[in-house]
């Protein structure tokens, strides 16, 4: 049922209950007349007023019609920038070349990679690793970058593995990790 049709159902069944009481002096018991009196055209007009009350306040309880509502105007919602295509062909070349020692028990070598890749995406910025660390954050349009190490070692040759991943940076996040496998064999 209507919840704003409850209070209405039950003012009415007081106002009914009221009408029926409304008698404040008290009457006098006498016999009945014989002749019952024609209440049926009073019971008619009570009924046309109690409907046109209730007409009424079901009227007023309805919500009043305002301004027509203005138009609300769509602001597009700008698209949220795209992650960076990774770099694409990444590739090494590494050297690795002996130093004179000072001494004979320990050798040293200078391990040079030279990394490449084709810049192909919106990036702001390039991250490179080395082994799962950072070894340098690289401005936009980058495309090489030279690593150098130089190793003391007791030996007379020197062997390392290292993998090197490069990803492309915006505002979006990250590319894919794009990465090149390096062996190095110094003697």
Known sequence: MNRNLV???????????????????????????????????????????????????????????????????????????????????????????????????????????YLHWDDSSDETSFELNKDGNLLATLDANTTEYKDTITISTPYKRYSANYTYTIQAVNAAGKSEAVEVFVTITCR
């Open 7 to 113: 209070p209405v159902l039950a003012l009415v069944t007081f106002l009914i209950l009221a009408c029926s009481f409304t008698s404040s002096t008290p009457t006098e018991v006498s016999a009945p007349p014989t002749d019952a009196p024609d209440t049926s055209a009073d019971s008619q007009q009570s009924q046309d007023q109690m409907a046109t009350f209730v007409a009424q306040t079901v009227e007023a309880q309805q919500p009043v019609a305002t301004e027509t509502p203005l138009p609300v105007e769509a602001t597009p919602t700008p698209a949220a920038p795209a992650l960076p295509n990774a770099p694409a062909n990444f590739y090494a070349d590494a050297t690795c070349t002996k130093v004179v020692a000072h001494s004979y028990t320990v050798y040293k070598y200078v391990y040079v990679a």
